[in-house]
Nanobody
């Protein structure tokens, strides 16, 4: 059984940083596409940052490019999202998700990922 668990969310002020973690069981993440998604109240879940190919190719949405970094620790079977210079519009529940590379086919969209964590809340407020 595949299980993903996110952690690291919290309340921060604009300009501050957070690092989200996603640990996995039942799946070896280095063999799968892995991504971070977020969903703000009243909005659809959107792809933020994803490792979309076996060569480590990464996608970042325009809204986070230059501020967020996705990374993977194969030894810990975990993936991280380093979020710098956070803005109020980054407030959302953040989810990690995974799927086979062939299924993902280079996408960082929610309908391409099969297995999801429960989410962690990130709130950016003065």
């Amino acid at each position: 059984q595949i299980r993903l668990v996110e952690s690291g969310g919290g309340l921060v002020r604009p300009g501050e940083s957070l690092r989200l973690s996603c640990t996995a069981s039942g799946v070896t993440l280095r063999h799968f596409a892995i991504g971070w998604f977020r969903q703000a109240p009243g909005k659809e879940r959107e792809g933020v940052s994803c490792i979309i190919a076996r060569d480590g190719n990464v996608y970042h949405s325009d809204s986070v490019k230059g501020r967020f970094t996705i990374s993977r620790d194969n030894a810990k079977n975990a993936v991280y999202l380093q979020m710098n210079n956070l803005k109020p519009e980054d407030t959302a529940v953040y989810y990690c998700a995974t799927a086979d590379f062939a299924v993902v086919a280079g996408r960082c969209s929610r309908n391409a990922y099969d297995y999801w964590g429960q989410g962690t809340q990130v709130t950016v407020s003065p």
